[in-house]
């Protein structure tokens, strides 16, 4: 087999066979309507699509918050499938995809989380949420840089360039909490968010919150 890379550099976005590491060859290079700053991405599981962040276009297009689609299935003619837009204006960052959901971390809006099967429509599905900067949904470049979603019992951890790390945890299908005072029911997702002391993660236990989807 060979060892393909994924480029997402600024201007244009690439498709590098580097399975020979003295000689590495651009399969293809290619653009994308609007592309100011393309920056990062990552594969769907199956290797069929390419989603990916670009961080400077809601900066100076004016947009709200964007993600790129592409299908990489021949990898010689790349085939530009979109973007979904959210309802945020922030700037996005990163984001990496476990099955069917993409976790993104979009700096002021925090970690923002879609359902992704409907690809290659590009008309994904918000399931999920936590906003690290709920008084700002500006194109400032702090707040969410990163995310981490393969711990074990659905945790997810925000790593946040002002306020720390985030330990939060998602409830697929929650069955012990009453939803009724949130205005929810049986099948809302709901984020439980644990944030422990960013300097001694064993330290102590702040607060839970429940914070149902339809309030975004």
Avoid at 50 to 78: C, K, Q, S, V
Avoid at 199 to 208: E, K
Wanted: aromatic share 12%; hydrophobic share 40%.
């Amino acid at each position: 087999g060979h060892e393909i890379c994924f480029l997402a550099s600024d201007d244009n976005v690439s498709i590098a066979d580097v399975t020979n590491k003295a000689a590495p060859t651009i399969i293809k290079r290619f653009t994308y309507q609007g592309i100011m700053r393309a920056h990062q991405g990552s594969l769907t599981e199956d290797l069929t699509y390419w989603l990916m962040a670009d961080m400077h276009d809601e900066m100076h297009h004016g947009h709200n918050t964007r993600t790129y689609a592409f299908d990489i299935t021949d990898l010689d003619n790349p085939v530009v499938l979109g973007h979904y837009q959210m309802n945020t204006s922030a700037m996005d960052h990163s984001l990496f995809i476990i099955g069917d959901h993409v976790y993104e971390a979009n700096l002021r809006a925090g970690l923002q989380i879609f359902d992704i099967s409907n690809l290659p429509s590009t008309n994904f599905v918000p399931v999920g949420y936590f906003d690290v900067s709920p008084e700002s949904n500006s194109t400032s470049m702090n707040g969410a840089w990163s995310v981490y979603p393969w711990w074990d019992d659905n945790v997810v951890t925000i790593s946040d360039t002002d306020r720390g790390l985030f330990v939060t945890r998602f409830v697929f299908s929650p069955t012990d909490v009453n939803l009724s005072s949130f205005g929810g029911n049986s099948t809302t997702w709901v984020l439980y968010l644990l944030p422990l002391s960013a300097m001694a993660l064993l330290g102590l236990f702040l607060a839970r919150r429940l914070r149902p989807l339809q309030n975004q």
